[in-house]
């Protein structure tokens, strides 16, 4: 689970920054979790989440996942500039931790293909074109991957396990002086590595000997070009193979090294056009630091050819979006969530040039309650349920996010998020209403059994307007009810420490299905909480739940545990959920195929298909 | 002079030696470097703090780390400058180097256009003190400059490019246009020139007439997207100039300085004929169109030498003059002929953001005609935001100096008006106005922070702010030692040129 930055840095930054973090390589796409495997794209009954007025398609997409172009569908000589913020772009490597983030993502997620990705349902779905892989034992846990044969790499290389033996090897083998990988987890729940028979099979097996891991369908997704480290090591593929999969240390330092330095330039300054081949549709071709990328297609690619000829990615502060949108400096644009914003946009899709989208985005804000030493609930936790009692979350939801978007809901659930299929059927189970409306009388009372009038609560979050205006909200109404509210964004605290009474930030949804674990689990073997505990919260059935989820494969298994762990949470009042943010899109209406996701692959998702079509 | 330059010198080393001092600590010691690894959800992350710490030297004391980084800049000495790496390992010296030089474009021409147009009004504005045009000028000035920038951004988009590009789709002045253009010309610049309102009268009906009669034939002729001066506006203009000049300078009857300019004319005629093909695809860039100048103007103060006889002095001066000024309307002329190039390449000009169009293909002319309608927008801005202070300074200045004696004195021996002007008052309103250009050229190179976000510019502002942000300090130290030179520099041409201006000044 990626997490919303908390400080005050990024509030400056972009409203929308997502954070530079996360846990395993390529799920940087995709939402909370929720259902992630199975039934591909079931009907839900809700409408897609990516329609929108003036929208254009080539052929409509039937579900949430990439639509079957066709096989007449060509490259166009054309160009679309698009820009989704003033991130830049760091490196052809984005699997290291310094270059691992969102937005590095959305640009190198163009240039390797992988064996799946997630839809705008937030369902993840097999890449076909790509190749196919299916659960072949469930003891031990075992899933074989098949590549299709024609998948190479931009300069004729196949692609083959190999490049996924130095994927596994960069997991295997993270640390000081070895790969500067970004995540153990590969390694550890796979510690064999891919078999396969020989090294450039295109088939190979992924054994998992303490059985499921409920991420597996993200535990193997693109890999890097391992015929290019090997020469750039000086060895021969099959060796580079032999070595990271026998442990042969001296060796893998040294691919280590190659991998850890090849890709790093100058910013600005692409590596050596050789060096950065290619197994997507685009290839990298120009690179001015800090202002923007240029992809051009990938003239070997072996799958449907993609949409336009060149790809511009500009790196443009979100605020100036909308007039270079009108002005055709950008086609595609992702401008600051604003009711101003909304109204420009409006006015503009009016004359019918633009096309634009309001909705979700996986990433949804919440109070989180400090059960920990010095906060007045750890004295007299029956006051969480006076505080619940005087949020105004309809209030916050109507003033705050309406304007923006009106059919927003109150989010009502932690590891589902309100968009999501399943949603309903969960908090049906789990909740009731009883906070939706500020019930100040209620709170009143509370808090005069227990003599707590005018205690003080500080409310931690990174000092943006709107997390201002929510406090200043709930100010107003549990001040009625005899809290003395303080807002916190104004003072300095580290909100990872947990010096606060109540915190009010947002987490952002990686589609991981276990990372929930980290937030609300206890970590029982050591007695202590979990990385991102920072409440304390130690709860066993919830404990309990999480770890059940993640060794489970079971889709069924997995929504009854987060009914569990929600009716716990719920009644232990971890902390209120209050709505998922508001996502703003827009884009030239003559490019067809353009389909905005809550997920934070963010609108170009689907880039490799969009094309301008004659109006 | 010598020694007085090495103190100062000096002085300005060990001024920057403080203020780098000063800044790096008070950098190291706010914010937390780790903040973004202290929110990661990794099981790695102890390791990347450790690595970061080792990396960054967090676990050095300020004067070590302080010293490294000085070692590095120390380098500049012997040629290898090295400013630090970033956060992330990235070697910050070519992103520094990229910065400036993106700096520097923006703010180079906002500076010269704000100098020179505001000066110039300034001097108008106190020649006609408390007219009606002084009033306006005043009030526009003011209204400039208490705009916000990134409100005055909004606008200038919405009209310096929206706007203007939707009109260039099909450009085309209407007689509505040309009529309200000729008469705000009409009553705008009589008020300029001044005079007896017999006078007020003619040069407003002339401004009048030439304006519509100008207007039409940019249309007839396309000239919004063929324009061109063609040989015969550049010769017209050319022999006006050479006449004009002389007149000027030495009196039209001097016939020696006269033909020395019109020599000028008619080898730069010819020349505009013998480069032409040449000039079409510059070997060398800017570099060889610079070479191209320098050499023409050393050809001009030949001939002003060789013909001028006695008065070789003044005939040097038009020659130059004439010269210089033509050379500039031949590069006009080649930029004019490549318009339709950029055109068709970029059928919208003017760009909302970006230093320049990233999948532009084309040869030098082109190239550098979409950097310039790149820099358009953000150079309006800023040079509008910075115009009040030199019209504001200079019109204080200029009405200070008109009062003193020395001007009474010259006024009363007989010496012309514009001497006066030029020579007398103009020369030593100028003391004061050195001190503000060399202050306001180091703000503006680190005060466009909010006009390169707003355009999209990657420029020194967002090196300094990302590296606030991040809590990083190479980048950040970086800033404030280009920005701080550059301030200290041009404090150090301030005084020297104060010697140069004022006689009373000796070192």
Redesign the interface.
């Known amino acids: 689970?990626?997490?919303r930055?908390?400080?005050a840095?990024?509030a400056?930054?972009a409203s929308g920054a997502l954070?530079?973090?996360?846990?395993t390589p390529g799920d940087d796409t995709g939402g909370d979790n929720g259902d992630t495997n199975g039934d591909n794209g079931a009907a839900n009954g809700d409408a897609d989440p990516g329609d929108a007025e003036g929208q254009e398609f080539t052929v409509e997409p039937e579900d949430g996942g990439k639509a079957d172009l066709g096989d007449d569908f060509e490259t166009a000589e054309d160009?679309i500039?698009v820009s989704l913020g003033?991130q830049?772009f760091?490196s052809y490597n984005g699997l290291t931790?310094?270059?691992y983030n969102v937005y590095n993502s959305t640009i190198v997620d163009r240039l390797f293909d992988g064996f799946s990705y997630v839809g705008t349902d937030l369902e993840i779905y097999t890449n076909e074109e790509f190749g196919s892989y299916e659960v072949i034992s469930e003891d031990p846990f075992t899933v074989e991957y098949t590549i299709n044969d024609e998948v190479e790499w931009s300069d004729g290389t196949p692609v083959t396990v190999a490049d996924y033996v130095l994927d596994w090897g960069t997991s295997r083998y993270?640390?000081?002086g070895m790969f500067d990988?970004?995540?153990?987890?590969f390694g550890t729940y796979v510690p064999d590595g891919p078999q396969a028979e020989s090294y450039d099979s295109k088939t190979f097996t992924v054994e998992y000997p303490d059985g499921a891991y409920a991420d597996w369908e993200l535990m193997v997704q693109y890999a890097h070009p391992s015929h290019i480290v090997a020469q750039e090591t000086g060895i021969e593929q099959e060796e580079l193979v032999d070595a990271i999969l026998e442990g042969d240390e001296d060796m893998i330092e040294d691919i280590a090294e190659t991998w850890n330095t090849l890709w790093?330039t100058?910013?600005?300054?692409l590596p050596d056009e050789d060096l950065i081949p290619s197994s997507g549709p685009y290839i990298l071709s120009?690179w001015?630091?800090?202002?923007?990328v240029?992809l051009e297609a990938n003239e070997n690619y072996w799958g449907t050819p993609p949409g336009v000829s060149?790809l511009?990615f500009?790196?443009?502060?979100n605020?100036?979006h909308v007039?270079?949108l009108?002005?055709?400096?950008?086609n595609a644009i992702v401008p600051t969530e604003t009711v101003d914003t909304r109204t420009e946009l409006e006015n503009l899709v009016e004359q019918g040039q633009h096309a634009m989208h309001v909705g979700d985005k996986a990433t949804w804000e919440h109070l989180d309650i400090q059960y920990g030493e010095g906060s007045p609930f750890a004295e007299t936790p029956e006051l969480a349920e006076a505080f619940a009692l005087c949020v105004p979350r309809d209030q916050i939801l109507e003033n705050l996010i309406h304007p923006v978007n009106p059919d927003a809901e109150l989010q009502n659930a932690r590891e589902v998020l309100s968009f999501q299929p399943n949603y309903d059927e969960i908090v049906a189970e789990t909740y009731d209403g009883q906070y939706d409306t500020a019930d100040v009388e209620a709170a009143a009372e509370i808090i005069e059994e227990h003599g707590a009038e005018g205690t003080e609560i500080l409310i931690g979050h990174n000092g943006q307007e709107r997390r201002h205006d929510t406090v200043e909200l709930i100010q107003a109404s549990c001040g009625e009810a005899g809290f003395e509210i303080e807002d916190g964004g104004d003072v300095d605290i580290?909100?990872?420490a947990g010096e606060w009474d109540v915190a009010l930030f947002a987490w952002a949804g990686s589609g991981q299905i276990a990372?929930g674990l980290?937030i609300y689990g206890w970590d029982r073997e050591n007695d202590e909480p979990r990385?991102?505990n920072w409440t304390n919260y130690n709860n066993d059935d919830v404990s309990d739940a999480f770890e059940t989820i993640a060794t489970s494969d079971d889709e069924d298994e997995i929504q009854e545990q987060i009914i569990a762990l929600e009716q716990a949470m719920w009644e232990d009042l971890h902390g209120i959920p209050l709505y998922v943010h508001p996502g703003i899109t827009a884009w030239d209406s003559s490019i067809a195929n353009v389909r905005p996701t809550p997920a934070q692959s963010q609108l170009v998702w689907n880039v490799e298909q969009w094309q301008r079509v004659a109006e | 002079m010598l020694k007085y330059l090495l103190k100062r010198l000096g002085s300005t080393v060990l001024i920057l030696f403080g203020a780098t001092l000063l800044s790096f600590v008070i950098m190291i010691n706010t914010g937390d470097p780790l903040a973004d690894l202290r929110e990661m959800q990794s099981d790695n992350v102890e390791y990347l703090m450790q690595e970061r710490i080792e990396r960054m030297g967090l676990d050095q004391p300020w004067y070590i780390r302080y010293w490294d980084w000085l070692s590095g800049i120390l380098g500049c000495f012997g040629g290898s400058c090295d400013f630090g790496t970033t956060m992330t390992g990235a070697q910050v010296t070519p992103v520094i180097m990229a910065a400036a030089e993106q700096s520097l474009r923006l703010v180079f021409v906002a500076t010269i256009a704000a100098i020179v147009i505001g000066v110039l009004t300034g001097i108008v504005t106190a020649m006609r003190q408390y007219s009606l045009l002084d009033y306006l000028v005043t009030f526009f000035i003011f209204l400039f400059w208490s705009l916000p920038v990134f409100w005055a951004a909004v606008l200038a988009k919405e009209w310096l490019a929206i706007r203007y590009n939707d009109w260039m789709m099909e450009p085309h002045f209407t007689w509505t246009n040309i009529l309200v253009l000729a008469t705000i010309l009409a009553i705008f610049v009589p008020m300029v020139l001044g005079g007896n309102a017999k006078r007020r009268l003619i040069t407003g009906g002339i401004m009048f007439a030439f304006v519509c009669a100008v207007l039409p034939w940019m249309n007839a002729v396309n000239f919004m997207t063929h324009p061109r001066l063609g040989p015969v506006i550049i010769l017209i203009g050319s022999l006006m100039l050479a006449a004009g000049f002389t007149a000027l300078i030495a009196g039209i009857r001097n016939r020696r300085v006269l033909y020395s300019g019109l020599t000028v004319v008619a080898l730069g005629m010819v020349a505009y004929y013998a480069t032409w093909n040449l000039l079409q695809d510059p070997p060398g860039g800017w570099l060889f169109l610079g070479a191209m100048f320098v050499l023409t103007i050393a050809i001009c103060v030949v001939i002003g030498r060789s013909m001028g006889g006695h008065a070789r002095g003044q005939a040097t001066a038009v020659s130059v003059l004439t010269g210089a000024l033509m050379s500039g309307m031949i590069l006009l002329d080649h930029f004019m002929y490549h318009w339709p190039g950029l055109l068709s390449a970029k059928p919208r000009p003017v760009s909302t953001i970006g230093s320049h169009t990233p999948t532009l293909d084309e040869n030098f002319w082109v190239t550098a005609l979409d950097q310039m309608t790149q820099l358009w927008l953000p150079s309006v801005l800023m040079a509008l935001l910075s115009l009040a202070t030199y019209t504001r300074y200079t019109r204080s200045s200029m009405l200070e100096v008109q009062k003193q004696d020395f001007v009474r004195t010259a006024r009363a021996k007989g010496v012309t008006e514009r001497t006066v002007i030029l020579k007398h008052a103009f020369r030593n309103a100028m003391i004061p106005l050195v001190t503000i250009v060399a202050f306001d050229f180091a703000a503006l190179i680190s005060g466009s922070i909010v006009v390169e976000q707003v355009f999209g510019w990657n420029a020194m502002g967002n090196v300094f702010i990302t590296g606030m942000q991040t809590n990083d300090p190479a980048p950040v130290m970086a800033f404030i030692l280009v920005t701080g030179s550059v301030a200290v520099l041009f404090n150090l041409l301030a005084d020297i040129l104060y010697a140069v201006l004022d006689p009373r000044i000796r070192v």
């Open positions: 689970m990626e997490l930055k908390l400080s840095a990024t400056i930054l954070v530079l973090s996360a846990c160009e500039s003033p830049p760091n931790p310094s270059n993270i640390g000081e990988g970004i995540s153990p987890n790093e100058d910013p600005g300054t120009d001015q630091d800090g202002e923007y240029t060149t511009v500009q790196f443009v502060d605020a100036a007039q270079a009108q002005n055709g400096d950008l580290d909100i990872a990372s980290n990385p991102q």
